[in-house]
């Protein structure tokens, strides 16, 4: 019976993504900016023969880049639907409240793989990946998606409105995103911010990607990148499923419509 919450659950969340397609067309045009723009221009002032080699190097990037952004503005729900009242039905549910954080990272991993199966069709199309390197990217581009999700899942439950976790998603998301290696080598990174790449788990989701594109350098193994992923995914999951369920969280949403009956 507990998966019928969670079903509901993870249905809504992607019947909406699939219902608002400008979402999804508009999901695509941040990584093709960097890819077919970035690229290029940066390319540019490369060799020849390396140009293309550059644009290789940029798919995994762009491929994580596409699961960061599309796995927390999906965790985004949780804070929507405090504001606009949709947890207080959520929460007088009868399941134990941890299963809503879960719906709601499932849903948040599952959006992101949808948005990165539509990348990587766009990608074939234009011939920058062949159909074996996207059969390859799509196993660690759930283990990405599934990390993503958590940090999302974290800032989520910490945040008190939809501003406030605009406000730490936009002061988080550049920093784990530009010292990651999606966009450059992080051995031609200073020492300083290696040891930032080295404690950022992004990293870990963008070095797995890049280990299923051939001819692209990584920087870890593939056992250190998946045992990474998966341990943090699954201690911020539970460090945010133990935040939810705290009746502290909850209260001011009853407080509220007590406060308007009154």
């Known amino acids: 019976m507990i998966w019928l919450p969670v079903k509901a659950v993870v249905g809504r969340e992607l019947s909406k993504l699939f219902r608002q397609r400008a979402r999804l067309i508009s999901s695509m045009v941040r990584p093709m900016i960097w890819l077919l723009v970035i690229g290029s221009g940066v390319g540019s002032m490369l060799h020849d023969s390396q140009q293309d080699g550059y644009l290789t190097f940029l798919v995994p990037g762009v491929l994580a880049m596409t699961l960061l952004f599309a796995s927390l503005l999906s965790a985004l729900t949780l804070v929507y639907d405090k504001e606009f009242g949709v947890m207080r039905m959520m929460l007088i549910a009868p399941i134990a409240h941890y299963w809503i954080v879960l719906s709601k990272l499932i849903a948040a991993t599952l959006t992101a793989m949808v948005q990165a199966v539509l990348l990587l069709l766009i990608l074939l199309l234009l011939q920058l990946v062949s159909f074996e390197i996207a059969l390859n990217l799509l196993l660690p581009a759930l283990l990405t998606a599934m990390c993503c999700a958590a940090i ?93 369920s705290r009746e502290s969280v909850h209260e001011p949403l009853f407080h509220r419509v007590t406060n308007k009956r009154g």
């Open 152 to 244: 999302g899942g974290l800032i989520a439950v910490w945040s008190k409105s939809i501003d406030n976790f605009a406000v730490i998603m936009n002061f988080f998301i550049f920093p784990v995103f530009f010292l990651s290696g999606a966009l450059y080598p992080v051995n031609q990174l200073p020492e300083f911010l290696r040891y930032v790449v080295v404690v950022n788990p992004f990293s870990y989701g963008v070095d797995l990607l890049k280990h299923a594109v051939p001819n692209v350098s990584t920087d870890f193994s593939v056992v250190t990148d998946v045992a990474v992923l998966v341990i943090f995914s699954v201690i911020a999951i539970m460090i945010a499923c133990w935040r939810f």
